[in-house]
């Protein structure tokens, strides 16, 4: 690990201008690229104090032995050179768009004599007009044949091309009218590539002119009494509409736009693109990436934009398809600054191109439909990656070789605290067996010993139950060789007999049911760092317990803490084990929140009503809804609650009783408008001052 001031270039030896830089490791490798508007700026910020650096920032300066730049003369250069670098060195620290599949595209063969239509992955080839990428192959088949009626273009590989050629006879496709049958002669090339060029310009949108021609020619035949001709040419235009139908108009006539979502988590991004040539969405198209650098929404949106202009020249109707620059890129958020982003694409595409974020109306609409897609995206790859049993093996065997276990985790426990500000303190346990979620194994648990915000001494309490329960059950199955201490005397509902009979084995016979806390973990996992994971294993010690693991995971630095080291142990970035951790440490604070955000709505909708002694919740109910509010009820006499349906006189004395004691809530008070919210709507004032569900002051 370096150390960056080691090669911390002299001061005033850096130029204060736009450039781009490199950072290589000690082997020469570029390792990171990056652009600025002031390369002095820039660079000087990665070497301040590493304390103060993103985790990721301060993982790629100290792996870095050295820097390098290159000046240039605007911010556009600046961004092409820091394309080509990516592209050419591939760093390791730069977030690099994957493709979640290889999508296919239609494809027309315009460099060749005889041009082709096929379906085509991979790279783009030169010579060939891309129509797509689609989500699957066979919705392009279909459209395919829909328009082969109309465009009768070869589709046939060269091999049968030739052999037709040889044989003098067309194919099945030549016979049934759906191919020209240029192989035998029944079109010139010239006229062959006419008609190649008609079926691209369909696809590529301009549909009205083809349609109102062929209902042209189906008028005139049908004029001359050709009825047989008039029928094809009806069929034809049938067949045209239906193709159009799979491709539904979103935007306005003639609009071509690409459309860009971000859907994101701490560690991983989802892009999903939308083509939109003519008004209707030609082709969609995906990535998902490991966020390996410190990026926010912008910066994720300019390598989206890098990654899928990068290799394109020209404007969407130029090249076809979905391929070119269109006149609007449609994105979530702004790269900062905007304007040679926005440069850059317009140089590529020859003519202005308008990058914005859309405000209102159909794209603000179809921008929805694109990010609902990136989240879906972004959660289907999560549920691969996570039920992949190759990865999960290889996530538990990375965990146990990092923390120097003996046999990999097949068991994992994960403790979080959670509260609001001190009150409501709650805690979570999540279970994960054989690297997936074991749902119906969550436990949850309030904190009694103490009140107030103590993260460490709660994560002892935490700890120390559960594993009482565990060492409980071992007594009760006979398996606990303690030195005859009863461990769950001190337990609530959890004394044993002298003379009650031991029962085998953690599953129970009445229910078939794993006993609660029966099972063991190889592993605990608590959200936090040194403070808890210490406060963990001492409550382990007290109880004898010293066979099971433990570590922290600290969510600011990912970093994984062992009890007694001073230093943390550092996973990979790209390890599916960091991974695996991770998602158990999310879930359990996710656990944790659901349960804390619960007491805490419980207790803001307590009420007078229920401290009465014998009121139910269907009688409570009663009396709110024919009094309207808590403040009529209040006001009301023992005669006029008797006749609420379901109460009877002594029940009436209690409530008006109750009440009477009871001090009226305060008023809740509208903040915006400093207005006092009166109870006469039925809306009790507690429940109206309730705080928001955001995430200050929650720890955990």
Not at 550 to 567: N, Q, S
């Amino acid at each position: 690990m370096a150390d960056p001031s080691s090669y911390r270039p002299k001061p005033g030896t850096i130029p204060d201008s736009p450039g781009v830089y490199k950072f290589r490791d000690e082997h020469g490798r570029v390792i990171y690229v990056g652009k600025a508007k002031s390369l002095r700026q820039r660079l000087s910020s990665y070497f301040q104090d590493i304390t103060n650096l993103h985790q990721r920032t301060a993982t790629m300066v100290t792996t870095a032995a050295s820097v390098e730049w290159t000046v240039v003369s605007t911010e556009v250069e600046a961004l092409q050179l820091e394309y080509s670098w990516i592209k050419e060195f591939d760093p390791r620290f730069n977030v690099k768009y994957r493709d979640d599949k290889s999508y296919p595209s239609l494809a027309v063969t315009m460099g060749e004599e005889f041009p082709r239509v096929q379906v085509m992955r991979g790279p783009k080839r030169k010579g060939v007009r891309y129509f797509g990428p689609y989500a699957h192959a066979w919705a392009i088949r279909e459209t395919v044949d829909l328009l082969l009626r109309v465009f009768p273009v070869r589709t046939c590989s060269a091999g049968v091309f030739k052999r037709s050629a040889q044989i003098g006879r067309p194919c099945l496709l030549g016979y049934i009218g759906k191919c020209s049958a240029p192989c035998v002669g029944r079109i010139s090339a010239d006229d062959h590539r006419e008609l190649a060029e008609e079926f691209c310009d369909f696809m590529a949108g301009h549909t009205g002119t083809h349609m109102r021609r062929l209902e042209q020619r189906m008028k005139e035949a049908a004029g001359a009494m050709e009825y047989e001709q008039a029928a094809r040419l009806r069929d034809d235009l049938e067949a045209l509409r239906r193709a159009m139908e799979k491709n539904a108009v979103v935007l306005a006539d003639a609009t071509d736009a690409d459309l860009i979502a971000v859907a994101e988590d701490e560690l991983e991004a989802a892009v999903q693109i939308f083509h939109v040539r003519g008004g209707r969405v030609r082709g969609q198209r995906g990535w998902v990436t490991d966020k390996v650098e410190a990026v926010d929404t912008a910066g994720l949106v300019e390598h989206a934009l890098q990654q899928l202009y990068g290799d394109e020249q020209g404007d969407a109707e130029q090249s076809g398809g979905s391929g070119g620059v269109p006149r609007e890129v449609l994105v979530p958020a702004l790269p900062s600054p905007a304007e040679p982003v926005a440069q850059w694409l317009s140089d590529r595409r020859g003519s202005q191109v308008s990058l914005r974020v859309p405000q209102r109306g159909d794209k603000k609409d179809l921008m929805v439909t694109v990010q609902r897609n990136a989240q879906q995206a972004l959660a289907l790859h999560k549920t691969r990656r996570a039920s992949d049993l190759t990865t999960r093996s290889r996530a538990l065997e990375e965990i146990a070789a990092a923390l120097d276990l003996d046999t990999a985790p097949l068991r994992i426990e994960c403790y979080d605290i959670s509260h609001l500000q001190g009150d409501d303190v709650v805690a979570s346990m999540v279970v994960f067996e054989d690297g997936l979620a074991r749902k119906s194994e969550y436990r949850r648990f309030q904190i009694k010993s103490f009140a107030g915000q103590d993260d460490v001494r709660s994560m002892h309490e935490v700890i120390t139950r559960r594993f009482r329960r565990y060492l409980q059950e071992k007594q009760r199955t006979g398996e606990w060789q303690g030195d005859g201490e009863d461990v769950a005397a001190d337990l609530p509902g959890g004394e044993v007999g002298a003379a009650e009979p031991a029962v085998s084995g953690p599953i129970d016979p009445d229910t078939g049911r794993p006993r609660r806390f029966a099972y063991p973990p190889q592993l605990v996992v608590v959200d936090g760092g040194q403070p808890q994971v210490a406060a963990a294993r001492r409550a382990m010690e007290e109880l004898g317990i010293d066979d099971i693991a433990v570590c922290g995971l600290a969510k600011r630095l990912e970093e994984v803490w062992l009890p007694g080291d001073d230093d943390p142990v550092i996973l990979p970035r790209t390890s599916e084990g960091l991974y695996l951790l991770q998602r158990v440490r999310d879930e359990a604070h996710r656990f944790a929140i659901s349960y804390q955000r619960t007491k805490r709505a419980k207790s803001f909708k307590a009420g007078a009503l229920d401290t009465v002694p014998g009121l139910g919740e269907t009688r409570r109910q009663a009396l709110l809804k024919h009094f309207g509010s808590l403040k009529r009820l209040r006001a009301a006499t023992v005669e006029e609650i008797c006749e609420v349906p379901g109460i009877g006189r002594r029940t009436a004395e209690t409530v008006a009783a109750a009440l009477a004691s009871a001090a009226p809530a305060a008023p809740a008070v509208n903040t915006a408008t400093g207005e006092i919210i009166e109870e006469d709507d039925g809306t009790a004032a507690a429940t109206t001052a309730a705080p928001s569900d955001d995430h200050r002051g929650m720890s955990g």
